[in-house]
């Protein structure tokens, strides 16, 4: 903390804890919360050839920066046993991603995610609204971007800026804070301390109306688990469903309310 110096532990360590807690908790699925698990490509190898070589069969999540993500690495990953690879995507406007200093543009994001599912491993993506000088047309390419990586999950955040950050400098600079708000950050919150290119009103109706956009995507993968649904998901166009709902809403409620639907799906489950 406090130095830009990272300390990795002994793959032979990490894989005496998994052991742990899988034998003594029951513990059946693991996090490793590295927010950058893969940029040490040869850490990452020795770890899944001790895990392979310990039989530790447990499902594991990671999270990967989109520049770090190589396929031989996925490879080896998945044969150790992961299943899912986490990545931040942010925004799908390269301006907004040069702006909060991400070191990747959309395109290569859109390479390494389409690496992930080619591998065959689930992916989750992370994105953010509410930068600073981010325009409406920018946050709604954002959103669309959502529907061309057509990730497994997803979740959105209102960007929350925290100290010793340049975007917390900024916001303390035009005194958009109150007070210690980091302390309670809600990323699902409605307004914003950074964006200055609409008023907070405005800001507060389109993060609702993307939040239920996303809550809309993530149903869809959930009940496309369902082979009759995917048919239905897949013929259902972005632009056909805005005509139908008049905004970014409403999808869940067309199809719960559907009596075939709940019968299969719902109750069927």
Not at 154 to 159: C, I, K, M
Not at 177 to 194: P, V
């Amino acid at each position: 903390w406090g130095e830009r110096v990272v300390r990795s532990r002994n793959p032979k360590n990490v894989v005496d804890e998994m052991i742990h807690v899988r034998e003594d908790y029951g513990v059946k699925r693991i996090i490793f919360w590295d927010d950058q698990l893969v940029s040490n490509p040869r850490r990452v190898l020795e770890l899944c050839g001790e895990i392979n070589l310990r039989k530790v069969q447990i499902p594991w999540v990671a999270f990967a920066h989109a520049r770090s993500i190589r396929k031989d690495v996925l490879v080896a990953m998945k044969e150790a046993g992961c299943v899912e690879i986490q990545i931040g995507v942010e925004s799908g406007s390269d301006r907004i991603l040069r702006l909060c200093q991400k070191g990747v543009s959309f395109s290569e994001i859109l390479k390494a995610a389409n690496l992930v599912k080619e591998v065959g491993l689930r992916l989750h993506c992370f994105y953010m609204i509410g930068f600073p000088s981010e325009t409406k047309e920018e946050m709604i390419r954002t959103l669309d971007s959502l529907w061309v990586i057509d990730p497994n999950s997803a979740l959105l955040s209102v960007v929350t800026p925290y100290p010793g950050t340049s975007l917390f400098a900024e916001a303390l600079k035009k005194g958009r804070l109150k007070g210690n708000h980091w302390l309670e950050a809600d990323t699902e919150k409605g307004e914003s301390e950074l964006v200055d290119t609409m008023s907070n009103r405005q800001f507060s109706v389109l993060s609702k109306l993307f939040w239920e956009e996303f809550n809309d995507f993530n149903f869809l993968k959930q009940a496309g688990q369902k082979s009759w649904l995917k048919i239905l998901k897949n013929r259902i166009k972005k632009n056909l469903r805005r005509k139908l709902t008049g905004k970014y809403t409403n999808l869940k409620t067309i199809l719960i309310e559907n009596p075939i639907f709940r019968f299969f799906f719902v109750n069927g489950r």
